[in-house]
């Protein structure tokens, strides 16, 4: 059997270009601090690094360095000519000059960060700026070449507000994610109840063959980190990061957390629930409940809107439906969304105190559980808006599955 | 077209289940060191964390603490039956008592781990061994609660050497990366040329159309992160860890380095390179040169073998045939090769003066390259034995591409 589920998006046949990132941020904030620059070290799956260079090099520490008008990427040899490519050719128009260091290759990254500020720096200042959590021993070559830390939370700052292209990387991959979850819904609506089990291509259904249809169904649209794929069924669909092996049996909810990784590092997130064969009772009222909820916290998300209210107004709709929301157990036991772009969870939080932005890409994602009978998740992907919000891609929510089209 | 070239292993329906880590050699060093303790700090996507905790929790950083005796895992609330069950439960019998603290989950890392280490510690010592890399962060609290840091490669150490349930994971991983070469090399036993093209089902085949096939193979397995297939083509085969999108035409080498990574973390790393009507120019003269370096390089892996001589001997058989070795743009530019496991790239490394030990896992990788040609690459991922070696999983390796069989 093959095939999806009704209402999948259909996807352009490419991913967009990687998005482009503007220094200009960072260097104002060394400027603003009267610092000689800002540091940040990490390898390729290191999410600022990433971020801040668009550079896929080595698995080994390098360091991106930036002043008030240039910044630096300490290549290895072996990849300076991608380094060329993805960090300087690549770069946007914003003032700050990039240029790709190759000296020291076999020394440590903070070590050559400290070397490549000495040289770029033009501030009369002993401070750097670095993320909180540098690497300590980076941190310690830069105490060592003289320089005193100071932590930024600058780029972080930066990464809340995603740019035009970042939006299209982020559509595209929550296209592709609507996709992987119309292939599981239409393997459930095509599974058979069959005494305790649910018999697919006669054999009886795991979460596991499950997880392999979908996550097939996104790498054939070139979708290339499918590692996030949480599937839960009964009582693991109350477990959050769930990602074992399990029996499916009729009347149980089938939670789907689809979170995969596109090509330039940004993520989709996408939850459904479904039941074959239920017979209407807790999982029908969660449902009912979370699917209230789900359309509540939408309502409230606009830029200017506190962001702890649309966590506020989900946890209110809950509890207007019986269910309990101060366990940690039993009931809404998380908040109702996090922000998503080259992390898979980043700001804003939707507990905070603060304005949504334009521009901000968060999940909505009530949810309530019993560990003794199951969990319902509904979780869409939007971007913040002037006067609302857009969904990143959209996908029907349906209780019982669909049969493919 | 469906269909794999032959000589592709078959691979078990499951995955092995989850290898336990053998804490001892972490608490060992405690008692060396007279310290209080061993802390590691980060979240589910760190490697080092995830090797001692099995735990594959939330996005936040937490912590493990080891001493002499006892370790401890600084779970949030939300995952501690995941903890209790990863960390506690699936624990071997390694002379350390583990448990799940919750306590102050919303504090710092850093902080909860040192709270965690005043009580656990019987050591009257101020001094914490850590990871280099620890986020100076969480370095930062630990000092502040008045410990002293000590660097410690305690954890790199114990990864060098896998255990069987460790090789039972990598073994799997390789023997579906196999299965993913075997769909590559059919899709290009497939296509024709036509002029500047090779035209498979009607289109110019490009890397992105090869790259998804290998995933979507891949994920049909159950490997839930294929994001490292590498390919290139033509002058992009030169570059390492290229994953651009190319036009694939005939006579260029196309180079597929496929390391996908497992449900438990370990990865797996296979390369070939194939060219489809070849003209037997710089390519086949370097394939025969790379095939007898990748023979040659092997005969010397066995344990008590210096390391660095395995380089050595394939750089002498490519010298031997007429490539360079000291330049790092043409000829053999990188090392022969690199340990795996819970990272792509750890140690042994195979330029080093040091003894191979039975249970390493290196990856023999020897390759020529030439900009402004292409690049030939042969990789075997190995365990290291007594007196020699096993292939985790095997492959042909063939030149000019064969159809499904």
């Given at each position: ?10 996807v ?27 540091v940040?070290?990490g ?6 690094v990433?971020y ?43 003032g ?34 670095t ?13 060592n ?65 499950l ?22 069924s ?14 499916i ?47 509540e ?49 980043e ?59």
């Amino acid at each position: 059997m093959s095939g999806l589920a009704p209402g999948a998006p259909e996807v352009a046949a490419d991913h967009p270009e990687p998005p482009q990132t503007d220094l200009s941020p960072i260097a104002d904030a060394v400027e603003d601090a009267g610092a000689a620059g800002f540091v940040a070290v990490g390898y390729r799956f290191a999410d600022d690094v990433r971020y801040l260079s668009r550079f896929g090099g080595p698995d080994r520490d390098y360091a991106v360095v930036v002043t008030a008008d240039r910044a630096a990427l300490t290549a290895p040899g072996l990849f300076d000519e991608q380094a060329e490519t993805e960090f300087v050719d690549a770069a946007p128009d914003d003032g700050v000059a990039r240029e790709v260091r190759t000296e020291g290759q076999r020394g440590p990254a903070g070590r050559r960060a400290a070397n490549v500020l000495d040289d770029l720096a033009d501030a009369d200042s002993d401070t750097v700026l670095t993320p909180a959590d540098i690497p300590h021993d980076a941190a310690l070559y830069l105490e060592n070449a003289g320089y005193e830390l100071s932590s930024t939370t600058a780029v972080d700052d930066a990464r809340l507000t995603k740019t035009e292209a970042e939006l299209a990387c982020l559509s595209r991959v929550q296209a592709v994610t609507c996709r992987g979850m119309a292939r599981a819904e239409a393997v459930l609506a095509a599974a058979e109840p069959d005494g305790d089990d649910l018999l697919f291509e006669g054999e009886p259904l795991t979460t596991e063959i499950l997880r392999r249809e979908v996550d097939a169904e996104m790498a054939s649209h070139g979708i290339r980190s499918a590692g996030n794929t949480v599937i839960g069924s009964g009582s693991t669909a109350a477990d959050l990061h769930y990602t074992g092996i399990d029996h499916i049996a009729p009347g149980e909810t089938v939670l789907l957390d689809i979170s995969p990784r596109g090509p330039h590092g940004y993520y989709g997130d996408l939850t459904r629930t479904f039941v074959v064969g239920s017979d209407g009772g807790w999982e029908r009222r969660a449902f009912v409940a979370v699917e209230a909820a789900h359309e509540e916290a939408l309502t409230n998300v606009e830029a200017g809107a506190t962001a702890g209210t649309v966590h506020e107004e989900a946890a209110a709709e809950l509890t207007a439906h019986g269910f309990r929301i101060d366990s940690s157990e039993v009931g809404f036991t998380h908040g109702v969304g996090h922000g998503v772009g080259v992390s898979l969870h980043e700001g804003p939080s939707l507990r905070a105190d603060t304005p949504l932005q334009a521009g901000n890409v968060v999940t909505i994602e009530p949810g309530v559980y019993d560990p003794d009978i199951g969990g319902v998740r509904i979780e869409d992907l939007v971007a913040v808006t002037e006067d609302g919000y857009e969904r990143l891609a959209s996908y029907p929510v349906r209780f019982t599955p669909v049969n493919a089209e």
